[in-house]
């Protein structure tokens, strides 16, 4: 496959952060490769609430500016280092980086790029390993899922909490959604989620005891915080474990050690981007895995809407708008695909 020889290439930098962020497309030179990076060319590049923060500087990650925002890429590799031998130039990828993806090309570490199937677009590959990775490191690392189990998942029409629904299924769960949206759980999630349960704190403990026959949930991966997480952990079952992941509702209630202590219950924190830094080979290695589920159809990524890399304003606008829906800039204006 052809590659890139361009030595320019656009980019969407931040000159200024804030509520109205100073944000121009630019063009800037290609970036330098090291022996154990990866230089891929972005086709399309997601757009998080985490990168709307970042540019207005209210991230925990503040950049130098300028800065080019943009957590996760998908698109062709198009030079690598030397020391480099699991992707070759040609080869479709995607890419996650703290920041610096919304651009003509990215260079990240070689762990942090997997090979993506065929069939995958894109588009739909630039909203996976984020939402997915979490996942997959809330169920495997933090909770050590077994076959079988009850899982709990609230926030399931968002990225993290669909992609906890669709693995736990995948890897023999029962699943069990909490949502303040039941019939649309019900009618997007249908092949992986068996139950689902009103996101009402009077309520909640008893309709999951209803559902799960009085066990209650083994594990409980929750993303909403809240008043939510107190009840949800009246709702675990003995030896549960319980992982936080976000705080979408707001700061959680403080959880009563009482509640962990007569089921032995085990609370576990989940910040997923560590594991980039701290143990790369475990991202690498659960984005394989999680890639070859896509590949065989055992998990479907819901497909985004596109926007091209000048109108970042509308992307943000329409995120904000509907936060149950994946959002991408393409590079390249109209190629969402090949």
Request: net charge negative.
């Amino acid at each position: 496959m052809k590659t890139s020889n361009k030595t320019l290439v656009p980019a969407l930098q931040v000159h200024g952060c804030g509520e109205a962020p100073q944000i121009t497309v630019d063009v800037i030179p290609l970036p330098s490769c090291g022996s154990l990076e990866v230089m891929v060319a972005p086709r399309a590049a997601a757009l998080h609430f985490a990168d709307v923060l970042m540019m207005r500087g209210e991230y925990q990650v503040r950049p130098t500016l300028p800065f080019i925002p943009g957590m996760e890429a998908a698109g062709l590799v198009i030079k690598v280092g030397d020391k480099v031998t699991h992707v070759r130039e040609g080869d479709r990828v995607l890419a996650m980086t703290p920041y610096g993806a919304m651009a003509g090309a990215v260079v990240v570490p070689e762990t942090h790029v997997a090979k993506i199937p065929d069939s995958m677009a894109f588009s739909v590959a630039a909203t996976f390993g984020i939402a997915y990775f979490t996942a997959y490191a809330a169920l495997r690392f933090r909770a050590h899922i077994r076959a079988g189990e009850i899982v709990l998942v609230t926030g399931a029409r968002g990225g993290v909490g669909r992609a906890a629904a669709q693995l736990a299924k995948a890897m023999g769960a029962r699943v069990v959604a909490v949502s303040r949206d039941v019939e649309s759980v019900r009618r997007e999630l249908c092949e992986c989620v068996d139950d689902v349960v009103e996101a009402d704190s009077e309520t909640v403990v008893e309709e999951v005891r209803r559902v799960t026959g009085g066990r209650g949930a083994d594990v409980v991966v929750d993303v909403v915080g809240g008043r939510l997480l107190g009840r949800l952990v009246r709702a675990t079952a003995w030896e549960g474990r319980l992982v936080i992941v976000g705080f979408a509702a707001g700061t959680p209630e403080a959880l009563k050690p009482g509640h962990l202590l007569v089921k032995n219950i085990s609370v576990a924190g989940l910040q997923s981007t560590d594991y980039w830094t701290r143990h790369p080979a475990s991202l690498q290695a659960a984005l394989v895995d999680l890639l070859a589920l896509v590949d065989i159809g055992a998990l479907s990524v819901p497909e985004p809407r596109e926007f091209p890399l000048d109108e970042v304003d509308t992307a943000v606008h329409a995120l904000e708008e509907a936060s149950d829906r994946n959002v991408v800039i393409l590079i390249e204006r109209g190629q969402g695909g090949e």
